[in-house]
């Protein structure tokens, strides 16, 4: 299995700052057609995870531009530019290069 | 839109077979595009990819919960189920499903959307 590692378990960050998470692959997620399938999601509390970010640096219909995916090979990170009070929630990252499919821990955001 | 909608016992005992139904609206099953599948959460803990159908009937199904899972397609219903059979307390579990949208492979697509879950408890 792919093991996805994130970090920091929580994050406690002031409006308007900026926020990074840092996910990390047990092995490359680049498949030989050029993509990279490492993924981005959101889960607020209460509510079933949405996609953020797919293939490490595309932003999914309507989320906004303050969301940034970057990364390759076996480490990314997801930055939020200035976070806002609808940002708060947990925040996992995903593979599915490879079965099983398998998600990072989850990074919690909270705003202070 | 594309919608999925869970359904099924919220209590289940011990031993016995948990069942799950999700509807999905706004596309066809038969989509050619997209697999769908099943996604776990404990109380408290992250997600966990339990299972996946394509509307053809090809499955996949991770290796840690094969021997008790069986998931499946209906397509004249437009839904696709999940049985988790000799079900723990481990089982308890908000479960969610969830539409993989690629190219007719599970393998290198996205998760979504995903259904609003159901808190499945293994209680007796």
């Known amino acids: 299995d792919i093991v996805m590692t994130q970090t920091p378990l929580a994050l406690s960050v002031t409006p308007g700052q900026p926020a990074s998470i840092s996910c990390k692959s047990s092995q490359s997620l680049l498949h030989s057609d050029g993509k990279t399938y490492l993924y981005w999601y959101l889960q607020k509390p209460g509510q079933s995870p949405q996609l953020l970010i797919y293939e490490v640096s595309n932003r999914f219909s309507g989320v906004p531009d303050r969301f940034t995916g970057r990364g390759s090979g076996t480490d990314f990170t997801l930055k939020i530019s200035r976070v806002e009070a609808e940002d708060v929630g947990v925040y996992y990252c995903?593979?599915?290069?490879?079965?099983?499919?398998?998600f990072g821990g989850g990074t919690k955001v909270e705003i202070k | 839109q594309l919608q999925l909608q869970e359904s099924g016992p919220g209590l289940v005992k011990p031993s016995e077979t948990l069942s799950l139904t999700c509807a999905v609206s706004?596309?066809?099953?038969?989509?050619?595009?997209?697999?769908w599948g099943w996604i776990r959460q404990p109380p408290g803990k992250g997600l966990e990819w339990i299972a996946s159908v394509f509307y053809s009937g090809s499955d996949y199904y991770s290796p840690s919960l094969k021997s008790r899972v069986t998931i499946s397609v209906d397509t004249s219903k437009n839904e696709f189920s999940l049985k988790v059979t000799s079900v723990t307390a481990a089982d308890t579990a908000v479960y969610y499903c969830v539409s993989h949208y690629g190219s007719g492979t599970l393998r290198r697509s996205w998760s979504d959307p995903w259904g609003q879950g159901t808190l499945v408890i293994v209680s007796s």
């Open positions: 995903m593979q599915s290069l490879d079965l099983p499919l398998t």
């Open positions: 706004g596309a066809s099953i038969t989509h050619t595009q997209y697999y």
